[in-house]
């Protein structure tokens, strides 16, 4: 084939539009620089096709190959995956640390401990009450005293129940908020459905929808703090999302399966879900506490008799039964007798402040605990992002040299295609008129 005479001129073309896709990115990736969930991208070069020259226009006949310069082959997004699947766990992590941490926090400020306003100071009150009526046993404002300080814990007791018991109520609240079918999870997975669709329609029609690709993955990192996030590409730009362990994917290209049932999610969900149940951290202190107020009426009512002195056996239904009249400070009635009063004061320091005192140590040893996992969590999920930062961030310093580097190539193209275009200029004006 033989080569034109334009062909050099065309290969200048080819370099001047190139660079100029290379500053166009360049200058995409500057203006984007400090914009949340923005990849960074590249203009990926290749040669263009060379042209194929006949046999015996070199030495051999063999033929040859003259290269037409280079051509903008794709625009690429700088994405690491493993980067985003270490980021999208350490965020799983630390919204799951993050909301049992707070939610143990508040639990451990409810009990006030150690202060006057906590359950421990109720209880002291009520053994110091004891003793006084045992110092005065026929004294009646010290049986009087005595009912008053009963009834501040045992409204103690069910008021601190409650309190936690609201803990779990909200957390159960707010889990049934985030997954239903008006919930974040949702409005998350209509959205991840729309883009979708659209990325398919984009990737089918030759297109790199690279800035729906990026809101993509920005709503794949936000949906991992509340559960864990699997992804399965399809083909042709459409993928399929699991979301913690539900039974089917919660986005399966442009189709949506949700609210579903979870069990074991991670996340923000996961916390939620263990801090409403009987058996997680909030629940288990309700237990304990359930525990002291039964220790505590059994062991007072065993010693006081009939009637008894308190009534219920939870912490929610604990009660004064005795009253100043029906209360008894000893066990006949013979005037000064007490033997009673300082029975239940001897109580002080027993079974049920020590299951009381140990309520309180593992509560806050699982605040504390709670904390250090959310401090490591967050500390990880920095660096994960950091990491991934490093690979997909846009560094301006990066950014300028590439704008001089394809400054400079532009103007070399252009001055490729000004030699052409003078070679030409002599060829068709020059050409012949010699002599003349």
């Known amino acids: 084939m033989p080569v034109s005479g334009f062909s050099g001129l065309n290969v200048a073309l080819r370099g001047l539009l190139a660079q100029q896709r290379g500053l166009d990115v360049t200058g995409h990736n500057i203006a984007n620089a400090e914009r949340a969930g923005y990849t960074r991208q590249e203009a990926v070069m290749s040669a263009a096709a060379s042209l194929q020259l006949s046999a015996g226009a070199v030495a051999g006949g063999a033929g040859a190959q003259l290269g037409q310069g280079v051509e903008v082959e794709q625009y690429r997004r700088i994405r690491d995956q493993f980067l985003d699947l270490q980021a999208r766990a350490q965020t799983m992590s630390a919204g799951q640390h993050q909301t049992t941490a707070k939610a143990l926090g508040n639990a451990e400020a409810l009990l006030a401990e150690p202060g006057d306003g906590g359950l421990g100071k109720l209880m002291s009150n009520f053994w110091d009450a004891w ?3 045992a110092a005065n046993p026929e004294s009646a404002s010290a049986k009087s005293s005595l009912i008053g300080h009963a009834q501040n814990l045992a409204d103690g007791f069910r008021r601190l129940d409650a309190q936690l018991g609201q803990l779990q109520t909200v957390a159960g609240q707010e889990y049934t ?18 883009l979708d669709a659209a990325i398919v329609q984009q990737t089918s029609a030759g297109r790199t929808p690279n800035d729906l690709l990026d809101r993509r993955d920005e709503l794949l990192d936000q949906l991992s703090q509340y559960g864990q996030v699997s992804v399965t590409d399809l083909g042709g730009g459409s993928v399929s999302v699991q979301f913690g362990d539900a039974a089917a994917p919660l986005t399966n290209g442009s189709a949506v399966t949700w609210p579903q049932t979870l069990t074991a999610p991670g996340g923000k969900l996961g916390a939620l879900l263990t801090l409403q149940s009987a058996t997680g951290p909030i629940g288990a202190r309700r237990t304990d506490l359930d525990t002291v107020a039964a220790q505590l009426s059994t062991a007072v009512n065993a010693l006081h008799g009939t009637p008894p002195f308190f009534s219920g056996s939870t912490a929610a239904t604990l009660a004064v ?6 209360l008894d400070a000893g066990s006949t009635a013979a005037a000064g007798a007490n033997d009673i009063a300082l029975a239940v004061a001897a109580l002080r320091g027993g079974t049920a402040d020590g299951t009381y005192a140990s309520l309180v140590r593992s509560l806050g040893d699982d605040a504390a605990a709670a904390d250090r996992l959310a401090a490591t969590a967050v500390t990880l999920k920095a660096v994960a ?8 961030g846009v560094s301006l310093d990066e950014e300028m040299t590439n704008m001089v580097r394809f400054q400079r190539a532009y103007q070399a193209s252009a001055r490729v295609m ?19």
């Open 321 to 326: 039964n005795a009253t100043s009249s029906t």
């Open 418 to 436: 000004s030699t052409m275009d003078e070679a030409l200029d002599t060829l068709i004006n020059r050409t012949g008129r010699v002599g003349l």
């Open 385 to 392: 992002l950091e990491r991934r930062t490093e690979v997909s």
């Open 177 to 194: 908020d985030l997954t239903s079918a008006t919930g974040v999870v949702r409005q998350t997975a209509d959205e991840l459905a729309r």
């Open 131 to 133: 003793s006084t009526l």
